[in-house]
């Protein structure tokens, strides 16, 4: 029994007499996860192929991480390529006997879409998380390691369930006390941890700080076309690779909000990303070379920068020029994480650069884990968006499957609570991540299904209630805070609760452009800053044109009259005021429903979810007023159902 919520797994041994052959070709550190898996979640013991209930066997003719498995009447035969497939394969079984109690029939073969499917935790040796919301690191405290062994197993146990085979052990943000870890002590603590997660077939990366030889190694500079510098990286990479077995690479944020990088010394992204790439070839090593280009400092009174166009105006061009084993990681939409953006125009238009989009479960801009959020309809857009970089099919979820060195990222929503993510509901997001990490394909709906069935034992009534809350949570959140994808209107630094004007006349070019006519930052190629001549046809006319832009993202794209009329027939101002009071009463309604979850679950599952409805309530309320306040007073105009907007 584990000390920590097992999430989604059993958190007892599923019933059943269990008995496993393991092929004695398997070897390798996965084969200690299997083990163990098979020990935890099933009880096996051991047996003859003969008299297994459960049989595992290499096929090497199926990818290392595939799988195959044949339900036949006396015994579950997995296949697998490689001994991760193995593992990945053993999960699919025990996903299954949780969800239908007992052993199905027939046969199935999967293999992950998503080369990479990785975790960025943006954990810092203090033992604090930047934009973490539940608790502190499980990974540091107090500028050391935290050497919680089995909390770390666990919770590698929870990732590779979920197919995640990639995660970064620190924050992008690399403050110089974190250079330690790529010196001996760091690294012999760094060992441990990065052991467990290869039993789990989880390779570990670090973020790097590109000043490093600077800062670590006492040179003048980290010009990347230096040859100390570049035989600085050469060490310093073989250091890592020799002292963590099957490490995966550096991840590194340059160039950005402050982090140096090759632009102070008039290079490229691509000579800094190149540098490093070729200090980790010979070891397998990849980079991961982030695109959140953020010194775009601007100024509000200038209308001609653009923050959104950063990162497509920094490495359109330089597509192609990276190596072969450099990703470029891109956020999902050109500003940050909102929780309405469009998709950012890059993934279209790097063609032949390895790409790895970037989500965020940690609920940085989406309630901080207080509200309940469910994400996956959000990444569902994303994947499902046609970006038109080629011509047959390209939506995101084709650029990044089925190709090497391609995948999903996402910022890690996970910390020392015990149930790993603040709350029960949170969890759904972890989960949801790594299965459309593994298939993009799933719908949001079949996977919080998935979630509810594996995480609860709920009667019908209340599972279909739940399911109901969340499934629409999304919605629900941006009903009541930011209208019509105009973005930011939080508060500054915390990203928790409104400030309409918090972030309008500061240096981070996130403004809505509010005033007594109207609102929307116009971004077109006609008279606005240009960003949607980034996209390709037909997307850059549909954003383009005001008649064809979606409601939902028209703020993002046009600055329009308060009374112009949305395709929904409602006017913006009414729209303003409508979603908001909306967006409340449906909180209103979490609070009531969720009463009727108490007895159904531990009481301390309950109540925690009971508080953050009412903190969540409370959040609704004070983005309702503020925001409607401040458009009555901008506009002059009322709510035209006469509900109180106070003056
Ligand atoms: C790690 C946003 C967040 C920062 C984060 C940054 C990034 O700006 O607010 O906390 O820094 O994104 O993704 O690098």
Known sequence: MSRYDTCWLPSEPLPGRHTFFLDPAATGPVVEGI???????????????????LILRLAR?????GFAI?????????????????????????????????????????????????????????????????????????????????????????????????????????????ISLMLPDGLRAARAYCDIFRRYGIRSFLSVNFASPMIAGGLASADPLREDVRAWWREAAA???????????????????????????????AEGANMLADALAPHGGLVIWRCFVYNYMQDWRDRTTDRAKAAWETFAPLDGQFRNNAVLQVKFGPLDFQIREPVSPLIGALRRTNLVVELQITQEYTGQQRHICYLAPQWKEVLNFDTYAQDRESTVARLIAGKQRHGLAAVASTGRDYNWTGHKLAQANLYAFGRLAWNPSLTAA????????????LPPALDARLFDMMLHSRDVYE??????????????????????????????????????????????????????????EPNRSAYENIGTCPDALLLFFHHVPYTHRLHSGKTVIQHIYDSHFDGVESVERYVRHWEAFSGSMPDADFENVRARLQEQLRCAKEWRDQINTYFYRKSGIGDERGRTIYP
């Open 70 to 178: 044949h339900w036949e009447s006396k015994a579950c035969i997995i296949d697998a390529g490689g001994e991760t497939g193995l593992l990945y394969g053993l999960y699919a079984v025990i996903r299954r006997l949780s969800l239908d109690g007992a052993p199905p029939s027939g046969s199935c073969y999967e293999a992950p879409a998503c080369d990479i499917r990785m975790l960025d935790h943006w954990d810092m040796l203090s033992g604090e998380i930047e934009r973490g919301y539940a608790g502190k690191s499980i990974f540091y405290d107090q500028g050391t390691f935290l050497n919680d062994f089995r909390r770390i197993e666990d919770y590698a146990r929870i990732l590779a369930s979920i197919g995640i085979n990639a995660v970064s052990l620190n924050n992008v943000n690399v403050k110089p006390e974190h």
């Open 35 to 53: 083990r163990r898996e098979l020990k935890t979640s099933l009880a096996a013991v051991e047996a003859g192929e003969a008299n297994a209930s």
């Open 61 to 65: 003719n199926l990818s290392p991480e």
């Open 239 to 269: 250091r890592v690779c020799d002292a963590l077995p099957g490490f995966g690479g550096f991840l590194i944020k340059a160039d950005s909000e402050g982090e140096p990088g090759p632009h102070t010394y008039g290079r490229t992204h």
């Open 479 to 536: 009903a009541y805070t930011v209208p019509l994808g105009v973005c930011f209107m939080c508060r500054p630094e915390s990203h928790y609760g409104p400030s309409v004007d918090g972030y309008e006349y500061d240096r981070w070019g996130t403004y809505h452009f509010a005033d007594r006519d109207g609102v929307g930052n116009d971004r077109t190629a006609l008279t606005g800053t240009g960003f949607t001549a980034q996209y390709h």
């Open 446 to 457: 079949d996977i919080l299904t998935e979630w509810i069935a594996q995480t609860f034992a």
